[in-house]
């Protein structure tokens, strides 16, 4: 199998098509009892998520690719973003969640919330 057939099999049994649900976005890194306050209000809607990797502080909001067809297939595969054309497909979410390698992650309002508590003793007073 050449590298783009293995990438398409691998690819046909995401069912999810997992990398093509969501975006990020960079975010300035939250210091302040106001920047979290932010930040909650963010993970608070449904579909946006909150993580920490060593690049820094990112949201990760749930949204289908518009150009994503019933098909499972790109609708503009020739032309692309660079960003899913440098998507690496050999190790991606389907072979371990990207979470794994987060170093802060909260996937909810809840575990955000904890967090703050936690980070700030005076939270809440
Ligand atoms: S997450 Fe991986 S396997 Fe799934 S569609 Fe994207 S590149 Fe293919
Ligand atoms: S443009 Fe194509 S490859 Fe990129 S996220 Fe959308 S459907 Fe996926």
Redo the contacts with the bound molecule.
């Keep these: 199998m050449t590298d783009l057939n293995v990438a398409l099999d691998k690819c046909s049994r995401c069912k999810g098509?997992l990398?093509?649900n969501y975006i990020t976005q960079w975010i300035e890194t939250p210091r302040s009892k106001r920047d979290f306050e932010f930040l909650l209000w963010q993970v608070a809607h449904r579909g946006v998520r909150c993580y920490q990797d060593n690049d820094g502080w990112y949201l990760l909001i749930e949204t289908r690719?518009?150009?994503?067809?019933k098909d499972g297939l790109?609708?503009?595969?020739d032309s692309?973003?660079s960003?899913?054309r440098e998507?690496d497909h050999e190790w991606c979410e389907f072979d371990e969640p990207a979470e794994k390698h987060f170093k802060k992650y909260f996937p909810s309002y809840k575990s955000l919330l904890a967090y703050c508590r936690k980070r700030f003793k005076s939270w809440g007073k």
């Design positions: 098509r990398c093509c690719c518009t150009h994503l067809g790109c609708g503009i595969y692309r973003p960003v899913c998507y």
